[in-house]
């Protein structure tokens, strides 16, 4: 199935990342606001709600995975990437979309942003992600999630902080 090759995939891909066993995942959700995205849904900017999640060894830094979901999908459908084993040094990041309208302009610009703001979040002392990000982000999705991960990572469409894309089934 899908899910098991994107389990494969994502081992192989983050294995040099991998923390020891003994680590315990964390969970968190992160709310930001991108106040540049302003419009008449969003006077304040555009709301990103993220799930992030990791290892509790914090001693090791590890790059930021920003994964999209894909239509008709949303960010507790992949929080099984958390838990899989092998997969716990990784830190995750799903953004879902608001409204529950496919938009895929919206969902790669929220992708870009998650890879500038994380990292900025990260240097502050009390954030659950301080001292844990590597300083690399790669951009990666579900199909729908897929096609935005590609349009995140155009600079002549967003700017970002992205080191690396992987994708499954875009």
């Known amino acids: 199935s899908s899910i098991v090759m994107a389990r494969l995939f994502l081992v192989l891909c983050c294995s040099c990342y991998l923390s020891t066993a003994t680590a315990r995942p964390w969970n968190t959700t992160v709310n930001l606001l991108d106040p540049t995205r302003k419009s008449l849904l969003h006077p304040k900017g555009r709301a990103i709600t993220a799930i992030v999640c990791g290892t509790d060894d914090s001693a090791t830094s590890l790059p930021l995975y920003i994964f999209a979901h894909g239509f008709d999908c949303f960010a507790p459908d992949y929080e099984w990437i958390c838990s899989t084993p092998g997969l716990v040094g990784a830190i995750v990041v799903s953004s879902d979309f608001i ?59 967003a700017t970002g902080n992205i080191s690396a894309v992987a994708l499954l089934a875009p």
């Open 99 to 157: 409204p529950f309208v496919p938009d895929t302009k919206d969902l790669a610009l929220d992708q870009a942003y998650l890879s500038m703001a994380l990292p900025a979040l990260a240097q502050n002392q009390s954030s659950p992600l301080y001292a844990r990000l590597s300083g690399r982000a790669v951009l990666g999705g579900h199909s729908m999630g897929g096609g935005t991960s590609v349009l995140a990572a155009d600079p002549s469409f």
